[in-house]
């Protein structure tokens, strides 16, 4: 055999395992991206105002290994910023010429976050398929800021505004703790490399115990998450 010949076959031969392996590879990547909408399930025996949810984002790399054409394992890492907000109005002793002072507090957690998932994929097109996963996450707490707003309006017509800011899981007054663990369960769509997704993750442990001595104020606060994500596997 000419040495041409032997390179040309060599080749095909080359290329067929490729074409092979890349067809039944175990191990993908890819990154994904998408707006967050999160609140907690808080329980107090303290007045905390109107609770309202909080808009975040997300990024990070996903990998899956899988176990068949059908069924994978997911894990990866993830930024993502979770929180909530609470409002509330408080009139000043005095009767109704008393200032009114409202009140923002908008609390921002920011996670990096790991889940190990097990998904099933359920082909409706050639190109496309629909597919679920579910299992649990655990997150560490890298930063974040509580940003109270007070804007206080008095009787003459006068507006003062005020504006703090603190740790939320360090120097604020109610820190909350960094370690979060929960439940993350998903469903999307996957068109050849792109996928979207809607995914929700509500947290199981109790993130927001009072620390503050000589008080009786009781918290019980757990992590609420809904996420629509773009996907890209490489």
């Known amino acids: ?108 957690q920011t996670y990096l976050q790991l889940p190990l998932l097990i998904g099933y994929k359920l082909p409706l097109t050639s190109s496309t398929r629909l597919f679920i996963n579910a299992g649990p996450y655990i997150a560490y707490g890298i930063g974040g800021k509580e940003v109270t707003k007070n804007k206080t309006v008095h009787s003459s017509g006068k507006t003062d505004y005020e504006k703090t800011s603190t740790d939320t899981f ?20 996957e068109y050849k490399r792109f996928s979207l997704g809607v995914n929700y993750e509500p947290g199981l442990i109790n993130i927001g115990e009072i620390k503050e001595e000589g008080t009786y104020s009781e918290r019980d606060y757990k992590n609420r998450n809904l996420s629509v994500t773009v996907g890209y596997r490489l």
């Open 1 to 108: 055999m000419s040495v041409q010949k032997l390179l040309i076959s060599t080749c095909v031969i080359l290329l067929s395992v490729l074409q092979v392996t890349a067809q039944h590879k175990p191990f993908t990547f890819g990154v994904n991206a998408g707006f967050n909408l999160s609140n907690a399930h808080e329980t107090v025996n303290y007045i905390i105002g109107d609770k309202k949810s909080k808009p975040g984002f997300q990024v990070g790399f996903i990998t899956d290994y899988n176990l068949s054409d059908a069924v994978y394992l997911r894990s990866g890492v993830s930024l993502t910023v979770k929180g909530t907000i609470h409002e509330s109005a408080e009139r000043w002793i005095g009767g109704s010429n008393a200032p009114i002072t409202y009140s923002k507090i908008i609390t921002n």
């Open 170 to 189: 360090g120097d604020t007054r109610h820190p909350l703790s960094r370690t979060d663990f929960g439940i993350s369960s998903g469903v999307g769509v």
